[in-house]
């Protein structure tokens, strides 16, 4: 294996010739294996877009010439077409504000760019991923940036398939206008429900929840890439600090714009908390959903979900309802991410938070794991549940022969009638019981049969 030494202020490294990281990268790999786990894919692309719209307004201030600015653009127009993924080593954890993402991605852009212009990598000749490919930034505005950029990518993803959750459910209300259920509360029986209303039901909560992540998001859009290390833009070139956030709104499509108060965003992180907030109220409403289809599917019966896999080794046939315990358990997990992200935030220390990679470790999971889940359950669940109509008229034939009777036979009977009742029909039940005559009881049952269907 071909080898190359770098250098830095704490000594010497031996590392792979071929690996387009740098030492620094190196150490921080070295230094944090927490997770095992690579930061996530559009926090990558999130970085090669904050490089790109350095480099074009380094250029503009004169800082960079014209064959650097194009060279770093090229590859970090590599990076976002899914080139170099690999290179990208830290640990998603890890210490320094995220200086070992940072400079991940200094290195690798600037191996590769001087490797496309006839160099060896570690060279660092003619670019350097600090005098160059960093230049005007620091760790604290580009980790930042890179996040809301990651973040927001993230969130339009998940909405994506929160509409089309929503759009399933509306479906169902439609196939299931006019097919009844028994309403609970206290999950004790209470009047007739049509299906198609409790799908309209969830079709409105998931718009709701929409809107919440929707207003989320316009959080994520005020950069604080300009500010440098404590949102005073030390260091920074004032030209480079006018144009470097318009050249991202450019690069990624997004209405991005520059903090007015490049201090404040450097100093607090609650773009993050908020949409962290969002997501878990998504979770807790589809928590729900996952709950009452599992009650309605095992308990109730009054609805039937496939079969997704073998229930048990035990007893051949049982059919268990996996994929929404799967949901209970992401949204469990969410809640957690949820409260790491908070007290991450909370415990920020004057002009920097340092907890920021833990914060973006768990909200983008967050963000994939319920889009991933919602998808699942659309796909398993929703859209092939069954309504098993026959025991819900059952269910509704007794409650409203009940309740049509009580007049007649008085409360306290009626009481008897349902805790002494041994067979599915309590119209039945009362003719075996002499109770009411088969003539008088057919009678009700076209009244409350004719009424149903109003």
Partial sequence: ??????????????????????????????????????????????????????????????????????????????????????????????????????????????????????????????????????????????????????????????????????????????????????????????????????????????????????????????????????????????????????????????????????????RHIDAFVWMSSALKLFAINLNKVANDFRLMSTIIGNITIPRVQAGSTNYPGRSIPVILEMVNQVVYYIEGNDLTIARSAESGELELNNTLPIVLACLFESLNFVRRTIATLRSKVVEEIKVNETTINQIQENNMFVAYITSEVGYHKCLELVNSCDCASIAEYVVKEGIMTKDHVDEILDIIHNKSKV
């Fill in 1 to 266: 294996m071909r080898i190359r030494i770098e250098k830095d202020e704490l000594g010497e490294v031996v590392m792979p010739a071929e690996v387009y990281y740098g030492i620094h990268t190196y150490r921080a790999k070295e230094n944090f294996q927490i997770s095992k786990r690579p930061i996530c894919r559009q926090m990558i692309k999130g970085l090669a877009i904050v490089k790109k719209a350095a480099a074009y307004a380094n250029y503009d201030a004169g800082l960079i010439t014209k064959e650097i600015r194009d060279v770093i653009a090229l590859c970090c127009d590599e990076i976002l077409n899914g080139r170099l993924h690999g290179q990208f080593v830290t640990d998603l954890i890890q210490g320094g504000a995220g200086f070992g993402m940072n400079m991940n991605a200094n290195e690798v852009i600037a191996n590769r760019a001087n490797e496309m212009l006839g160099h060896e990598k570690g060279e660092y000749y003619p670019v350097h991923p600090i005098d160059h490919v960093n230049l005007c930034q620091s760790t604290n505005d580009v980790i930042a940036t890179a996040g809301r950029i990651a973040a927001l990518r993230l969130s339009k993803k998940l909405i994506v398939e929160m509409k089309k959750l929503k759009e399933a459910y509306m479906q169902k209300a439609e196939e299931f206008r006019n097919a009844y259920t028994i309403a609970r509360t206290h999950l004790i029986e209470s009047g007739p429900i049509s299906f198609g209303t409790i799908f309209d039901s969830l079709a409105n909560s998931i718009e709701r929840d929409t809107i919440k992540l929707e207003a989320a998001t316009k959080g994520l859009l005020e950069l604080p890439l300009g500010g440098t290390i404590t949102g005073t833009g030390f260091n920074a070139n004032e030209v480079y600090k006018e144009k470097v956030c318009t050249y991202v709104a450019k690069f990624t499509s997004e209405k991005f714009y520059q903090s007015s108060n490049l201090v404040d965003t450097t």
